[in-house]
């Protein structure tokens, strides 16, 4: 297939205006560094970082997908439905993700205030660790209890202090995954869900929740991630045959938040060709 854009594509990276740590620019300038040639910005719940990832995209002659992971939940379950090449000016989506932002502030001081009963932290040191405006999010508490040295890093401080068995966790609001998905679509783009059978007890929607999903417009699956199990993925390979949906494969790179590294997975062209096929809601940066 002839196409307009050149080579590896990972559709899932994090900046510093969501819980990555490095700016867009530095995130893009990364990916091209590991061989990746098609990249998509994809933070939590917030469109701010295209503009500069575009640009930087462009000075490096690769094509640049705009792209955003928005919060959902089904149940107890946190669903992470990726939206790609939507209108970022889409009035309904904008109202939610500005809901879902101002909700996750008070809930991360929540948290803060239930870990400060018990360890020295303090919502300043959260602060610290966040870029001006960022979706602050727990991996912002882990930098901070890393820099106070409670913990090591933010493995250490997901797998204890900020694990809801802990009793620190609070939660915060995110739509259903349905709700999730029509926002997308009803923005013109197109809704992948994220890493969608991670390992632990009832982790995955159940699949007559997410036949609903397909029907109301779904996408895709995020097949290749390095949270899905092997097992999942054969299923998740399976349901995507029987209903004709994209199947993607990225990172998540996270910049040092995360041991992820950019193209460690990626999305074959013919699947990024239908992404843009299926989308109406913006324009890929080509170079
Ligand atoms: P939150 O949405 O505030 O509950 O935080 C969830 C975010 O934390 C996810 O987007 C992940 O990027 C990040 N995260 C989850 N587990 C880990 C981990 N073990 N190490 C580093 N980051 C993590
Ligand atoms: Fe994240
Ligand atoms: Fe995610
Ligand atoms: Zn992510």
Do not use: C
Request: aromatic share 6%.
């Amino acid at each position: 297939m002839a196409s307009l854009f050149a080579g590896p594509a990972d559709l899932h990276l994090h900046s510093n205006h969501s819980d990555g740590t490095q700016p867009p620019a530095e995130v893009v300038r990364q990916a091209h560094a590991h061989g990746v040639r098609t990249v998509a910005l994809t933070d939590h719940d917030r469109t701010t970082g295209w503009d500069e990832a575009a640009q930087a995209a462009s000075a490096l002659g690769m094509t640049f997908i705009p792209g955003m992971e928005l919060s959902a939940k089904h149940e107890w379950r946190s669903v992470h439905v990726l939206g790609y090449l939507f209108d970022p000016d889409d009035a309904a989506l904008r109202a939610e993700t500005e809901r879902i932002r101002d909700d996750r502030i008070g809930r991360a001081e929540r948290i803060v205030r239930n870990i400060g009963r018990d360890y020295d932290l303090h919502w300043d040191d959260v602060l610290a660790q966040t870029a001006f405006d960022a979706t602050v999010g727990r991996p912002h508490i882990a930098d901070a209890l890393i820099a106070r040295g409670i913990v090591r890093d933010r493995t250490e401080a997901f797998d204890g202090i900020l694990h809801p068995r802990e009793g620190y966790y609070e939660p915060h609001y995110a739509p259903d995954p349905l709700t999730a998905v029509r926002l997308i679509t009803g923005a013109g783009g197109v809704p992948i869900i994220a890493h969608p059978v991670t390992s632990g007890r009832d982790r995955m929607m159940p699949l007559s929740y997410i036949e609903r999903l397909i029907d109301a417009g779904l996408g895709g699956f995020e097949v290749d991630h390095r949270e899905n199990t092997e097992e999942g993925k054969r299923l998740l390979r399976k349901i995507a045959a029987t209903h004709d949906l994209i199947v993607t494969g990225s990172s998540d790179y996270h910049g040092a938040g995360k041991p992820n590294v950019p193209g460690e997975n990626t999305t074959a062209d013919e699947m990024v060709a239908r992404l843009i096929a299926a989308a109406s809601g913006s324009e890929p940066r080509y170079p």
